[in-house]
């Protein structure tokens, strides 16, 4: 089995890309299972179920999105290898721009959209910079030079990646993403020793402990403070 | 690429002035360490700003490496020259064969594609886009210049085969006229930028019926001279050799003008339309059914004829709107 770990900021497309793709998997005969992560709410899963896709979905609540990922991911492959699935797409939202959920040797996609500013590249780290292909999506919207534009700086700051634009509504392009996808050289039957591609930030403080008083008298742990001069 | 690790940043950047912007863009500060060599810029992060910026150390390297091999190959060569593009026969929806010989579209031609929606247009400009090697749902191929296409068009950035101009499109940046076309002309790395943003803006204004500045913001442009803008910028500066058009409507600006600027910059220009007025103009129409190619029409004469009797009507129809906005009483207009 292959696994896939899509992710990408809130509201890119990534849902509709998947959709769209999976289409286009099943149509080569390929048995697709989604794991789709969320923070707090996600009515996904039953877009996913109602399009016949076998889906679990994970809400990571009080907890950061990315290590509850990553706390998660081997059960879920566990599942998905359990049910016979080719290919297992784990769809998680990249939220602080700092995590990426892509593990060494497993496919990394990353969407992001074109109405998310031309600037959105640069702020965006490991999510972006390492991923193996990017989808840009909401190309239909903008200019094309605006698509130029915000393309070229995808590839500034991650030039091995394969570019592509995804139309989420019609799925124009979402058939030349399938057949990327899937690689019989990167099945896996564990996800046993393998690591992430960049590690996680450590912050473990006393507001991640629930302390809601403000006050340098409550703050313990790892703290840092802004420089903030006259 | 022997161990540009091992080379100063100045140097490196003297030799590569486009790694400035690499740097930039991934939001490394290098002012004042220019003197030292890559290894030993990036052993000078200590951990907490490895954590804090995510610096991974290894992989950009390794994606210096491969910014500077792009750039090498991107600035090197000529511009590929597209003259034709070759569609060769696949399957309708039906797995019926698609009834043509090879189709072959030349440099500065104007083909409409033709067809309810639904029909199969999207995938047959997806197949050009992807450059399909007979591993599309149609089984269709494409040939550039009659040849089996470089791989470059299917997954390099900067070489796309399809521009698109839509009539959804809008400018979501927040920039004055000048300002947008200098930014697509830097990501291009256009010379003499002045000029070519110069003749831009001046073609857009003549193609849209009223003027605008360089200082106005894009965003404040109207209907027409956005779509004039686009139009003029997309074919000054787009490298894409064909251009997709899905309709311009008609108004504020000269359909006609445009589409012979986009031919006199040597463009293919592909449209999708059910205007008359516009399907007209072209040189030929593919007719799309079922997911196939089910034909191919030349214009003929007499659609040609026909073409300057619409295109009367047309100019007839734009006099009425116009003095309806400029606030007038309308009365009958005879021949334009």
Redesign the interface.
């Known amino acids: 089995m292959n696994l896939v770990t899509i992710s990408g900021p809130p509201s890119s497309g990534k849902t509709s890309v998947i959709l769209k793709t999976i289409d286009s998997l099943k149509k080569q005969g390929l048995k697709v299972a989604v794991a789709k992560f969320d923070c707090l709410y996600t009515d996904d899963d039953v877009l996913y179920a109602k399009a016949g896709i076998p889906v679990k979905k994970g809400l990571s609540g009080a907890l950061c999105p990315d290590h509850y990922f990553v706390s998660n991911v081997e059960e879920i492959t566990n599942w998905a290898l359990n049910n016979d699935f080719d290919i297992l797409i784990s769809e998680s939202a990249g939220l602080c721009n700092r995590c990426s959920p892509y593990i060494k040797g497993i496919k990394a996609v990353c969407v992001i959209d074109n109405l998310s500013g031309i600037n959105t590249p640069k702020k965006i780290g490991p999510m972006l910079k390492t991923a193996d292909i990017v989808v840009i999506t909401k190309g239909d919207i903008v200019s094309q030079a605006e698509r130029e534009v915000f393309a070229s700086r995808v590839n500034t700051v991650n030039p091995s990646a394969i570019i592509m634009h995804i139309n989420g509504l019609t799925g124009q392009g979402s058939f030349e993403l399938s057949t990327l996808l899937y690689e019989e050289a990167l099945n896996i039957d564990s996800l046993k020793g393998m690591e992430l591609r960049f590690p996680m930030p450590a912050a473990l403080c006393s507001y991640c402990l629930g302390e809601t008083r403000i006050g340098e008298s409550y703050q313990m742990g790892n703290v840092r403070k802004m420089k903030v001069e006259d | 690429m022997t161990s540009i690790k091992n080379r100063k940043i100045a140097d490196l950047i003297r030799e590569f002035p486009f790694l400035t ?2 740097f930039n ?3 490394l500060e290098i002012s004042g360490k220019e003197e030292l060599t890559l290894t030993e810029y990036f052993a000078g992060f200590d951990e907490d700003e490895i ?4 610096i ?1 150390t290894e ?1 950009l390297m ?2 210096i490496g ?2 500077i091999k ?1 750039m090498i190959a991107f600035l090197g060569k000529e511009d590929d020259v597209v003259t034709t593009v070759t569609i060769q026969p696949g399957f309708d929806k039906s797995r019926v064969a698609e009834d043509f010989d090879d189709l072959v579209i030349r440099q500065g031609e104007i083909i409409c594609i033709v067809g309810p929606t639904g029909s199969g247009k ?1 995938r047959l ?2 197949d050009i ?2 450059v399909a090697q007979g ?3 149609t089984g269709r191929s494409i040939l550039v210049n009659d040849r089996i296409p470089d791989k470059k068009w299917r ?1 390099s ?2 070489d796309k085969l399809v ?4 009539q ?6 927040d920039l004055s006229v000048y300002e ?2 200098e ?2 002309a830097e ?2 790395m256009v010379e003499d930028r002045d000029i070519v943003i110069g003749k831009i803006i001046d073609k857009a204004n003549s193609l849209a019926g009223e003027t605008f500045s360089p200082d106005t913001p894009i965003t404040s442009l109207s209907g027409g001279q ?1 779509r004039a803008l ?1 139009i003029a ?2 074919a000054i ?2 490298k894409s050799p064909i251009i997709l058009i899905d309709e311009i409507e008609n108004a504020g600006i000269d359909r006609k003008k445009a589409l012979s600027l986009l031919v006199s910059e040597d463009k293919i220009v592909l449209m999708a339309t059910h205007d008359p007025v516009l399907a007209l103009m072209g040189d030929r129409r593919i007719v799309i059914k079922n997911g196939g190619i089910h034909k191919v029409i030349d214009t003929t004469d007499e659609e040609r004829k026909i073409l300057s009797t619409l295109e009367k009507m047309d100019r007839t129809l734009l006099a009425y709107r116009t003095k309806l906005r400029q606030g007038q009483i309308i009365k009958k207009i005879e021949n334009t």
């Open positions: 912007s690499f863009d991934n939001g954590e804090d910026k995510a991974d992989n390794f994606q491969e910014f792009q999207s400009l997806g886009e992807w591993d599309t749902p997954f950035s900067a521009a698109q101009l839509s959804n499109m809008n400018f979501v940046m947008f076309v930014l697509h990501s291009r956005s686009m910028d997309t500066l787009s």
